[in-house]
């Protein structure tokens, strides 16, 4: 699963629209979904800073591949 910027204002506008609509999920429910496990309060956190970044980049980011980047550096400092 990708994330990435609106690619218009229309697009954005649709996507405003669906989450009023309920139709938006949030970062916890994409990433527990990915991962068959609810992630912790750092891992949402973690993610949605990315997935910001990206955004302020103009990058696509798969989701999969931050939440498991996260992970490891999360179990290399336990």
């Not at 309060?41 to 993610?47: K, L, R, S």
Request: aromatic share 4%.
């Amino acid at each position: 699963m990708t994330a990435r910027a609106p690619k218009d204002d229309e697009e954005h506008w649709k996507a405003l629209l669906a989450v009023a609509l309920g139709r938006g999920r949030s970062i916890a429910d994409v990433i527990e979904h990915l991962t068959g496990e609810a992630p912790s309060d750092e891992t949402v956190d973690a993610v949605r800073n990315r997935l910001q970044f990206a955004q302020e980049n103009g990058e696509t980011v798969e989701i999969l591949d931050v939440v498991r980047a996260v992970t490891a550096m999360q179990d290399a400092w336990s």
